[in-house]
């Protein structure tokens, strides 16, 4: 979901300004942060975890209706749970490079989350103005089921590594 073209197609009046479409997420940068910090050493499972959740909870406030505090809500826990992913998987991705290929490996990374960043504004913007603000917000569901599903997919690896390894020793 889009600030200003959620901000377009939602009942918003004067008071919702385009500074005002930017605040809930850096408001939510500024939460995870905090958050973060205090669970660095647990799990890196915890944050994308966490942020399949948000995204959801997203997703269901921004069906609730088209009023200004739905969308600034949505916004809020739109910024935490994408903020959650991103930090969770950049960290959780990591752990699969060695040491001297990090670099190029985060590169790669942060290349393909904003050039698909990129190129999903673009479609949004066609998928709302073809099908409407509803069918935009069903459409995002099913990143968030594949992200789920790539997610405990790998919970099951690991586990499986895991008890192998235990009964090999």
């Known amino acids: 979901?889009?600030?200003?073209?959620?901000?377009?197609?939602?009942?918003?009046?004067?008071?919702?300004?385009?500074?005002w479409v930017h605040r809930p997420p850096s408001l939510a940068r500024l939460a995870l942060w905090l958050i973060w910090k205090s669970m660095k050493s647990r799990s890196s499972m915890l944050a994308p975890a966490m942020a399949e959740s948000?995204?959801?909870v997203c997703v269901a406030v921004a069906l609730s209706g088209q009023e200004v505090s739905q969308f600034?809500?949505?916004?809020?826990?739109?910024?935490v749970g994408w903020n959650f992913l991103f930090t969770g998987s950049t960290t959780l991705s990591m752990t699969a490079w060695r040491p001297e290929e990090k670099d190029r490996a985060q590169?790669?990374?942060?290349?393909?989350?904003?050039?698909?960043?990129?190129?999903?504004?673009?479609?949004?913007?066609?998928?709302?103005?073809?099908s409407g603000w509803d069918w935009l917000n069903y459409g995002s569901l099913v990143p968030?089921?594949?992200?789920?599903?790539?997610?405990?997919?790998?919970?099951?690896?690991?586990?499986?590594?895991?008890?192998?390894?235990s009964s090999a020793q």
């Open 54 to 56: 948000l995204n959801l």
């Open 1 to 19: 979901m889009d600030g200003p073209l959620a901000n377009a197609y939602c009942n918003t009046n004067a008071l919702v300004r385009e500074d």
């Open 107 to 130: 590169a790669a990374i942060n290349f393909c989350v904003f050039a698909t960043m990129a190129v999903t504004s673009f479609a949004s913007g066609a998928l709302v103005t073809t």
């Open 144 to 165: 968030v089921a594949l992200t789920a599903m790539a997610l405990l997919w790998l919970v099951w690896v690991r586990k499986n590594q895991t008890a192998a390894s």
């Open 72 to 79: 600034l809500w949505s916004m809020l826990v739109l910024g």
